[in-house]
């Protein structure tokens, strides 16, 4: 199992990263031949779930990835200590990732040229026909509005009937161009938060 990469959007990452940094210290991050996806499955006091996904070609290059499980990686991080790798990384002149062992342990080592290497192990109805509701835990709620640092370029808020609210949260780094929008998306990085319903 082996993986390397060269990080070419930080700002993007770091995005998603703070938008699941407050709701839990760690997520697992998997890792595709074409995409990146941040998970938070449980978190503490809460029913609240978290998956975003972003192509990754928008954040690598260079991008080499084998496995035994169908060129899969899945790794847990610390949140907070990414963040800070890539926040200090954003001036550097040249970036670089990749899966280490240790102490027998896969760990995500990112290399900053002329920086210091670090090593991370890891949503009252008024008319049936027109509106939906669900009634959800105001905590699972105020966990999703924390994502307003971000400043999401959309969000599209999606209501199961006394089941679930879902958000989509679209997020893009503003100083890219729009030709480089990701084609399935129209957008760059996606977060989804599902809230099940209070029964």
């Not at 998603?16 to 499955?41: G, N, P, R, W």
């Not at 972003?54 to 790794?75: D, H, K, P, Q, R």
């Not at 990384?89 to 210091?116: G, P």
Request: proline share 2%; with cysteine; aromatic share 10%.
């Amino acid at each position: 199992m082996r993986m390397k990469a060269k990080v070419i959007d930080t700002i993007l990452l770091t995005k998603m990263l703070q938008s699941v940094e407050k709701l839990s210290k760690t997520c697992i991050m998997k890792f595709t031949e074409d995409k990146i996806y941040i998970i938070i499955a449980k978190i503490e006091l809460t029913e609240l779930q978290v998956w975003g996904q972003v192509a990754s070609n928008l954040l690598l290059e260079e991008f080499t990835i084998e496995s035994a499980n169908n060129n899969e990686i899945w790794i847990e991080v610390r949140t907070d200590h990414v963040i800070r790798v890539l926040k200090s990384a954003q001036t550097s002149i040249d970036i670089h990732c990749k899966l280490s062992k240790k102490k027998e342990l896969s760990s995500l080592s990112f290399n900053i040229k002329r920086m210091v290497s670090q090593n991370l192990s890891q949503q009252e109805k008024s008319k049936k026909e027109q509106f939906s509701e669900c009634q959800i835990s105001i905590i699972d709620f105020e966990n999703f509005v924390h994502n307003y640092i971000i400043n999401p370029s959309n969000i599209i808020c999606s209501i199961i009937e006394n089941f679930a609210v879902i958000f989509y949260v679209y997020v893009k780094n503003e100083s890219t161009p729009l030709m480089d929008y990701d084609q399935e998306t129209r957008q760059f990085g996606t977060l989804t938060f599902y809230i099940p319903a209070i029964i």
